[in-house]
């Protein structure tokens, strides 16, 4: 069965800093892995997706991530966070014969000015 | 376009109550999802339609869960004889189907936050 980790619970980090969020996967056949934000009162909203091809991906609002086969891995990166990055993030997974999506518990990433 | 739309936004019931959740997807999209999130949570895996077919259903899911899209268009979500453990936020996602990667590419609404007293 599939199943996302997301090991960090809570990050705190300042305005115009870097932001890295963890994501792990287990999943059987090829996985395709999402990345989705959580503003309170909001619903998620797709980041950025990995199908195939270049392991690095980029997505909405200057985040990337990269996809690692061999540390099972697809990490969320920012290089300078804006306070309206405050919200909860999500790491997901499906695949090519399932679509529906299996998430992490998610981060809640919090910028203080 | 206008997006993933979620009613009621909110909804308060007392225990053994029944209520209903209506989703309205993407005027495009013919698979419609839905997912149950608790607090501290992702989301979790309900049930799916592909257009009035209701194609897979989460152990989740139990005897007292209904959904339904009798049309292919809206979709609704049942839960008879509601308990404390129902509580949550109840998402509804949607996406196209086709012989694309776009098929993996599901849009939440709002969702309907459940409070069972």
């Known amino acids: 069965a599939q199943s996302v980790t997301q090991p960090d619970i809570h990050i705190t980090v300042s305005e115009g800093a870097s932001l890295e969020l963890r994501c792990n996967y287990s999943?059987?056949?090829?996985?395709?892995l999402f990345w989705y934000v959580q503003s309170p009162g909001q619903g998620l909203q797709l980041l950025l997706k990995?199908?195939?091809?270049?392991?690095l991906v980029k997505g909405i609002n200057g985040f990337e991530a990269e996809f690692n086969k061999s540390q099972t891995s697809f990490h969320l990166r920012k290089p300078s966070v804006h306070i309206s990055d405050t919200a909860e993030y999500f790491c997901?997974?499906?695949?090519?014969?399932?679509?529906?999506?299996?998430f992490g518990a998610g981060t809640t990433v919090t910028v203080r000015a | 376009d206008t997006g993933v739309s979620q009613n009621p936004r909110h909804k308060i019931t007392k225990r053994g109550q029944n209520v209903t959740f209506r989703c309205d997807p993407i005027?495009?999209?013919?698979?419609l999802y839905w997912y149950r999130q608790t607090l501290g949570q992702g989301p979790e895996f309900l049930t799916y339609?592909?257009?009035?077919?209701?194609?897979?259903k989460s152990r989740l899911l139990s005897d007292r869960f209904s959904a339904e899209r009798p049309k292919g268009s809206f979709s609704t979500l049942e839960i008879q004889r509601t308990e404390q453990g129902d509580s949550a936020m109840y998402l509804c996602?949607?996406?196209?189907?086709?012989?694309?990667?776009?098929?993996?590419?599901?849009?939440f609404g709002p969702g309907t936050r459940l409070t069972v007293t």
């Open positions: 996602a949607s996406s196209s189907f086709g012989q694309t990667q776009l098929s993996y590419e599901q849009y």
């Open positions: 999943y059987g056949a090829t996985p395709y």
């Open positions: 990995y199908f195939s091809g270049d392991t």
């Open positions: 997901a997974v499906s695949g090519s014969n399932d679509y529906k999506l299996s």
């Open positions: 005027s495009e999209h013919n698979r």
């Open positions: 339609f592909q257009n009035e077919a209701q194609l897979e």
